[in-house]
């Protein structure tokens, strides 16, 4: 069984910056591919960035490159998302997720991922 909990969400003005964390729990030892994934209101889901099991290989949504920065560190089993110029747009509920190593699937797609945290609130006020 793996929980993940994520943090650091809150409300900042436009411009501004946050830094989410989300840890891990439990079965931590077969951590894969970690993710970024958000849930703006009356929209979809959609991949944010994702970063691989040695954090050598990042990926990122074009909407969020060059402002966003995803890193993890597998001692404490956490994944960051460094959030900085930030738009009104980016206000959503922000996911991290977790695959198994090994498990294949594109990076950015949802369905890829066996574990999810429950979600923490970004609001950009413009």
């Known amino acids: 069984q793996v929980q993940l909990v994520e943090s650091g969400g809150g409300l900042v003005q436009a411009g501004g910056s946050l830094r989410l964390s989300c840890s891990g729990s439990?079965?931590?030892?077969?951590?894969?591919?970690m993710a970024w994934f958000r849930q703006a209101p009356g929209k979809e889901r959609e991949f944010v960035a994702a970063?691989?099991?040695?954090?050598?290989?990042?990926y990122y949504a074009d909407s969020v490159k060059g402002r966003f920065t995803i890193s993890r560190d597998n001692a404490k089993n956490t994944v960051y998302l460094q959030m900085s110029s930030l738009k009104a747009e980016d206000t959503a509920v922000y996911y991290c997720?977790?695959?198994?190593?090994?498990?294949?699937?594109?990076?950015?797609?949802?369905?890829?991922?066996?574990?999810w945290g429950q979600g923490t609130q970004v609001t950009v006020s413009s």
């Open positions: 970063i691989s099991r040695s954090g050598g290989s990042t």
């Open positions: 997720a977790v695959r198994e190593y090994g498990q294949g699937g594109l990076y950015d797609v949802s369905g890829s991922y066996d574990y």
């Open positions: 439990g079965r931590t030892f077969n951590f894969g591919h």
